[in-house]
């Protein structure tokens, strides 16, 4: 079962910054928080992960609280290509860890 | 990122028939990929964790008879749908993991399976 829980959906304006939070109060120290993304009748997209401290690239930021319960994933200028199901998932370390998707978040973006 | 390539993308098949499916990664070598199965708005459910050279680990309620996975080189797993029924009917993922690092997973464009 998914580790995570998140809203089942949010609306952004084109242009604002999307901020999807995601719970994951049960993650255990050696846990990750990764980000994915899935747009319609394809494969996820990798954006992000972390452990404990914030962390950006050039898709997004990420932003884990100090108990590492929960996470916000924000992309900053949201465009209406970013229209997906966004994907919060725990996972532990080791090259064998499986990625257990939950039922995600489908942000919808609007112009 | 690495590019994980999938095919077909799309197959349709009569029942009884089975169907292979290829996953792919082009620039990396993967020792460890994973087979997702996705229904119409639905969130993906892993099926199996193949590791190059070894026998697939399947999930709870996956038929390893049904779903055959085989990973013989660190390029390629293949996943075979035996005697396919419309109900195996769905979309099918594979995703590798880079030998030379375990923490990014990538993901292919996906199989739609349509089984008549």
Known sequence: DAKTTQPPSMDCAEGRAANLPCNHSTISGNEYV????????????YIIHGLKNNETNEMASLIITEDRKSSTLILPH???????VYYCIVRGQGGSEKLVFGKGTKLTVNP | GAV????????????????KIECRSLDFQATTM?????????????????????????????EKDKFLIN?????????TVTSAHPEDSSFYICSARDRQGWEKLFFGSGTQLSVL
């Open chain 2, 71 to 79: 990973h013989a080189s660190l390029t390629l797993s293949t996943l």
């Open chain 1, 78 to 84: 949201a465009t209406l290509r970013d229209t997906a």
């Open chain 1, 34 to 45: 990764y980000w994915y993304r899935q747009i319609h009748s394809q494969g996820p997209q």
């Open chain 2, 34 to 62: 994973f087979w997702y199965r996705q229904f119409p708005k639905k969130s993906l459910m892993l099926m199996a964790t193949s590791n190059e050279g070894s026998k697939a680990t399947y999930e709870q309620g996956v």
């Open chain 2, 4 to 19: 994980v390539s999938q095919h077909p993308s799309w197959v349709i098949c009569k029942s009884g028939t089975s169907v």
